[in-house]
């Protein structure tokens, strides 16, 4: 199994970037589409936790996130944002990078992940 869990959507183009940039590198990854399989609300809390709070967790630049009434735009509590991310999980930033060691990171960069997998700077690829 591999050691290396990406989190987001199948047809979100940064996370076929990020499974792209994977596969040229030969790191082996499990992909997670959370709208198919939804992440538990402990994940979620864990997740925000280990980067510094929901906020850093959220996409709020998204569609999604702009089309929601304002009063669902302040959760003022664990359960709530979980709640949030049930109904609507594509406002989770993506992709989510969880590595063996439990290390979770959001977004794709080529320089970021080259840095996350230690790989030289001038490394790239096969």
């Known amino acids: ?6 989190y987001g959507l199948d047809k979100c183009d940064t996370c076929r970037k990020a499974r792209n940039w994977l596969d040229r590198f030969g790191i082996a990854y499990r992909f997670v589409d959370y709208r198919e399989q939804r992440v538990a609300p402990d994940t979620l809390k864990a997740w925000a936790r280990q980067l510094g709070g929901w906020d850093k967790l959220i996409n709020r630049a998204s ?4 089309a ?17 991310l049930k109904e609507y999980p594509a406002l989770v930033k993506r992709p989510v990078l969880v590595t ?7 977004g794709f960069t080529d320089k970021a992940w080259k840095l996350r997998f230690g790989l030289q700077a001038d490394h790239a690829g096969r």
């Open 1 to 6: 199994m591999a050691d290396v869990t990406v």
């Open 63 to 66: 569609t999604t996130w702009r």
């Open 68 to 84: 929601l009434p304002e009063a669902r735009k302040s959760p003022g509590s664990d359960p709530e944002w979980t709640l949030l």
């Open 100 to 106: 063996a060691d439990g290390t979770v990171s959001v």
